[in-house]
């Protein structure tokens, strides 16, 4: 019999548990010798009879330190690499980019690789799921892949038009009516030392933009000609002074909704 999984449930504590029919086909694996489970292995049809499930190949793989064959791990490690490769995007009709396919293919593999290897060097209950739902474990990496990359595709988006110089529609809509100063979480100290950080952050003129703006000076001013204003301070004019905030307020509420995850 194959020896039981160790994670637990959160809900109920109770252990991990293999479909009965990854629990089946197991048991008759076991009686074959390894180089005929390799073979067996190596058959990619999953229609066919003899097709050993992405479930067995990765328990024979972390069981393989026992048998102490580098050479059979290489092996089955490929096999496991192949089959998680199919899972995953490839170039078709959707809105994705074949940078951003790849993008998500590198982490979902990297991120595969980490959880053997270091289970290879000393048990990991994280990889109990992948034993239980291969095809499953891997679309939750997807996923996940998915959303790091459209947040880090999110954080290098240009700001401005690179025609005009302007901002573009999707960073004016998502300003909105934001100011970091202008929210109850400025009496809290942590959100202001974490605002000071995001503020370090910024090019030298937003600095100083945003520096006045906290301490109430007005970007212009057209009824008082002798007001103190960051316009006349910085010698910019009032349209250079607001586009430079409004990207500066983009860059802080981009990294204050980053540090909150």
């Known amino acids: 019999m194959p020896p039981p999984l160790r994670k637990r449930r959160l809900s109920d504590g109770t252990l991990y548990e ?17 180089d ?7 058959i990619t049809d999953e ?36 089959r ?18 790849a993008e998500v293919n590198d982490i979902v593999l990297h991120g595969l690789n980490v959880l053997i290897s ?33 947040r880090q595709r999110k954080r290098d988006a240009p700001l401005e038009d690179e025609e005009t110089g302007e901002l573009s529609a999707d960073v004016i809509k998502a300003i909105g009516n934001y100011n970091p100063f202008e929210t109850e979480k400025i009496s809290d100290r942590h959100y202001r030392s974490r605002l000071d950080d995001a503020i ?18 007005l970007i212009d001013s057209s009824t008082d000609p002798y ?3 960051i316009s006349k301070t ?17 860059v802080l509420k981009r990294i204050l909704k980053e540090d909150e995850k």
């Open 234 to 250: 910085l010698g910019k004019v009032e349209k250079t002074i607001r586009l430079n905030r409004d990207k500066a307020f983009v």
């Open 47 to 82: 229609a066919h009879p003899q097709y050993v499930r992405s479930e067995c190949v990765l328990h024979f793989l972390r069981a393989n330190h026992r048998d102490n064959s580098q050479s059979r791990f290489a092996a089955l490690y490929r096999i496991l690499l192949e």
């Open 18 to 34: 293999r479909p009965t029919e990854v629990e089946a086909q197991l048991i008759s694996l076991e009686r074959l010798s390894r």
């Open 84 to 101: 998680a490769t199919r899972l995953l995007p490839r170039s078709g009709n959707d809105r994705h980019t074949s940078s951003s396919r």
């Open 118 to 150: 270091s289970d290879r060097k000393a048990y990991l209950e994280n990889l109990d799921f992948l034993e239980i739902r291969f095809d499953s474990a891997i679309s939750k990496l997807r996923t996940s892949a998915w959303r790091k990359v459209g």
């Open 200 to 217: 370090d952050t910024l090019p030298p003129l937003q600095q100083r933009i945003i520096e006045m703006l906290r301490k109430d000076v």
């Open 36 to 42: 005929d489970l390799l073979e067996k292995c190596r």
């Open 227 to 229: 007001a103190v204003t």
